[in-house]
């Protein structure tokens, strides 16, 4: 049954993309039906799988040859494994919840059809991007992630903002892709196959340059989908598409593509220590940069958007310690899945509540208002930011023992920036849940963005009730699975290694962490909570403040590095090609053309030339045998 975990969604968007405006009135319900049939499905093979021994539970499945073309042959195939399961039941499940609850989010939206339609291509190509086989699998899911993130950021195509911001993450995201691409074609060149089982049972042949080459063009392209540094200015924009759109890609799913690109290519990241080093560098930078960022923004969505860069960058992390990260990386991913979504579609239960406005300096009291928002997205809160004994606290601390368990420099740089921005994330995220329902309730004597009054008020219960699924995610997840998901992942990603030295006493991480987040809380109710939230955001701040406000100059570097010289190298490009390549094309069809006018003019027709002609080409032939003769 598992080749119907790809064909129901795609079915799905098939349908309702051809039936046009005569799906508007069941659409969306057949958008849901797919994903909770995928759900089900999904959760038969787990199953099944449950009950194979450890060394079963790889199976893989060919449907039939998709590419033949010399020495390349490419199966479409999927693996059926303890990693690709565990990811199609976040995809499918998550997936169900964001679609029930778009039912309700999206009824006054006159193109709601065509909005499941993409929801459904979306899951469609992130279950293909994990289940399939090989690489030339992945990156077809990959593309057809980037496509539907593409429609859906975009979604709002009457807003300039939302189509700037939908080509930003298309183009940013080829940056990426350029660099996972160039990494199946080295693979293919030095193994002659792009399957992997084959490819990890037989990289240790490839020189290690080589090997180091190809973990480093695998990363960029986890930088691209994944938002980290330097590629992740793409995802706060993005939140110019629709709110589940926000919790589906850049919470559960799209931006944990490049974990999982990294996870599954785990037995070629073992043999690079260097190309480990870089991916964990790498995280620690973006883990930092998101916390920073999300402290200035008023935004709420924004806010959540550099939570999710710094989560992300957490789980980056995390595969890059190795054997000793790959599977609390995964855990921190799902844990991760059940929170930030319930937040995120907590944020757009705001929205709808508040005329679609964003700005948390016009919320204020809305606990009162919104009881089962307040309560859900407080216990999402609680998980953000490591509450003991929520999901977070299982999964992030997790991730900052075993940073801090690397020895010499490395725990002290990789465990102490994880830890800074634990801090830093009980901060903003307690500044966001004082701005946004504790407080004077400053939307009573505020106009809306839009001109109308507000008229703040709970949401239909297609909304509260996934909402209330994510909350016990959020709560019970983290400790359901941290004691069992190591061993079951086990048979993809290799036995755990537990940190055994390290720079810090393992049984003080914990404390060290908690009390952090504690001091973020502390600060966030006296800077802010204390205070009367002025609505206008002020102008005259601090230059740390302008600097996060700026996103730490994140679109100047991309435009610095990367879009200026690309645009100078394609005016290159392009010089070349019209006078170069074509100048050379059309000076050999020009001087063909002239010659050829010139001789045509010999024929004049008269006997009397060509004789004369015939006497030249004799006279010539005798001199020169003359010549030779007499030599």
Known sequence: MAWLLVALPAAGALVLFVAGRRADRWGHWLGVATVLAAFVVGLTVFVETLGLAPGART???????????GPLSVDFGLRLDPLSLTFVLLITGVGALIHIYSVGYMSHDPHRRRFFAELNLFVAAMLVLVLGDNF????????????????LIGFFQDRPAAATAAKKAFLMNRVGDVGLAIAIF???????????????????????????????????GACGKSGQFPLQAWLPDAMEGPTPVSALIHAATMVTAGVYLIARSSPVYDLSETGRLVVALIGTVTLLLGAVIGCAYDDIKKVLAYSTVSQIGYMILAVGLGP????IAILHLLTHGFFKAGLFLGAGSVMHAMNDDVDMRRFGGLWRKMPITFVTFGLGYLALIGFPFLSGYFSKDAIIEAAFGQEGWRGWLFGGAAAVAAGLTAFYMTRLMIMTFFGEARWKNVPSTDGREYHPHESPVTMTAPMIVLAFGSVFAGGLLAGVLPGWLAPSLGERLEP????LPHALVPWLVVALSALGVVLAVLLVGRKSVPVERPQRVSPVVAAARADLGANRFNE???????????????FFDDRGVDGVVNGVATGFGGSSGRLRRLQTGFVRSYALSMLGGAVVVVAAMLAVRFA
Do not use: D
């Open 59 to 69: 199976r893989e499945l060919k449907l039939w040859e998709w590419i033949s073309s």
């Open 136 to 151: 030339v699998m992945l990156y077809l899911g990959w593309e057809g992630v980037g496509l539907a993130s593409y429609l």
């Open 186 to 220: 080295l693979i293919w060149l030095n193994l002659g196959t792009l399957s992997y089982s084959e490819v990890f049972a037989r990289i240790g042949e490839v020189p290690s340059g080589t090997v180091l080459a190809i973990t480093l063009l695998l990363l960029l």
């Open 324 to 327: 000793a990260g790959y599977a």
């Open 500 to 503: 055994e030295g390290g720079v």
């Open 560 to 574: 610095a590095f990367i879009e200026r010289p690309g645009l100078v190298l394609t005016r290159f490009l392009t």
